[in-house]
């Protein structure tokens, strides 16, 4: 499965930017659907997830009420709406897919910045 991000740049403070991850490959065995994060000096950390067979969702603390994730099955695309932006979701977002029988795929990421 290879993924490609798309959607990151610079906004201000309260803005909103949308995220976008193409799949493509064998994506017939994705189960979950992932944004994750990375700001300078932290570690990765999961912002939303979403189970492919029946769209359930998780989310982090810090972004609920705030961002929502969201698929497109018929293009293999996930979606990461981001709302009410803070200067503290500054990170490089990055697509993870997990798939039958058990493998892990990441994108190479897109930078947000939230400029106060």
């Known amino acids: 499965v290879q993924l490609v991000e798309s959607g990151g740049g610079l906004v201000q403070v309260g803005g909103s930017l949308r995220l976008s991850c193409v799949a493509s490959g064998s994506t017939n065995g994705i189960a979950t659907m992932a944004w994750f994060r990375q700001g300078p000096g932290d570690e990765r950390e999961l912002v939303a997830r979403?189970?492919?067979?029946?769209?359930?969702?998780q989310y982090a603390d810090s972004v609920k009420g705030r961002f929502t994730i969201s698929e497109d099955k018929a293009v293999n695309t996930l979606y990461l709406q981001m709302d009410n932006l803070k200067p503290e979701d500054t990170a490089v977002y990055l697509c993870k897919v997990h798939a039958w029988p058990g493998f892990d795929y990441w994108g190479q990421g897109t930078q947000v910045t939230v400029s106060s």
């Open positions: 979403i189970t492919t067979h029946d769209g359930s969702t």
